[in-house]
């Protein structure tokens, strides 16, 4: 049986140690070159912004080095992608076991369905992709149905149900 992680105190101490205020509270700007993090957990990097009036959505950029996949994950809350630099696909795992392939480029807007188990994945093997991800972590935390899960590279199989 494939082994599920928790991540969301990952997640929320990597928050916590690389979130960046936002300029006047409304703006962060160039996106494209602004500094991430590497989350060697998740193989990615990330850097998250805070806006002190936004109250049920957050955003942040993460980045795939050229050739790299993220984790297979999944999470209780909806997310928007804008892409910012690259190209790549992200493959989405459906409980009957079909998959999704969405291929993505430099300036296109997807989206990953809530509960899905996917995997974001940087097709090129010479450049990097970055992307802007905007989520609504903080309107599931206040309901109290916040989570996020993964599970190792490699593992195919798929849960129902948050664990």
Request: hydrophobic letters at 40%.
């Given at each position: 049986?494939?082994?599920?992680?928790?991540?969301?105190?990952?997640?929320?101490?990597?928050?916590?140690?690389?979130?960046?205020?936002?300029?006047?509270?409304?703006?962060?700007?160039?996106?494209?070159?602004?500094?991430?993090?590497?989350?060697?957990?998740?193989?990615?990097?990330?850097?998250?912004?805070?806006?002190?009036?936004?109250?049920?959505?957050?955003?942040?950029?993460?980045?795939?080095?050229?050739?790299?996949?993220?984790?297979?994950?999944?999470?209780?809350?909806?997310?928007?992608?804008?892409?910012?630099?690259?190209?790549?696909?992200?493959?989405?795992?459906?409980?009957e076991?079909?998959?999704?392939?969405?291929?993505?480029?430099?300036?296109?807007?997807?989206?990953?369905?809530?509960?899905?188990?996917?995997?974001?994945?940087?097709?090129?093997?010479?450049?990097?992709?970055?992307?802007?991800?905007?989520?609504?972590?903080?309107?599931?935390?206040?309901?109290?149905?916040?989570?996020?899960?993964?599970k190792?590279?490699?593992?195919?199989?798929?849960?129902a149900?948050?664990?």
């Open positions: 049986m494939s082994k599920i992680r928790d991540d969301n105190e990952a997640l929320d101490k990597f928050m916590r140690d690389h979130t960046y205020p936002a300029e006047n509270g409304v703006l962060v700007k160039q996106l494209a070159h602004h500094p991430v993090h590497a989350r060697s957990d998740r193989g990615n990097a990330a850097a998250y912004f805070q806006f002190p009036g936004l109250k049920t959505l957050e955003a942040h950029v993460s980045e795939l080095p050229a050739g790299a996949s993220a984790t297979l994950h999944r999470h209780s809350c909806e997310a928007l992608f804008y892409v910012l630099i690259g190209e790549g696909c992200t493959v989405i795992h459906h409980e076991g079909a998959e999704r392939r969405i291929e993505w480029k430099v300036g296109d807007l997807f989206f990953t369905p809530m509960l899905v188990w996917h995997q974001h994945v940087n097709t090129s093997a010479t450049s990097m992709a970055r992307y802007l991800e905007v989520t609504t972590i903080p309107l599931m935390k206040s309901l109290g149905l916040w989570f996020i899960q993964s190792p590279h490699g593992d195919s199989q798929r849960s149900s948050p664990d």
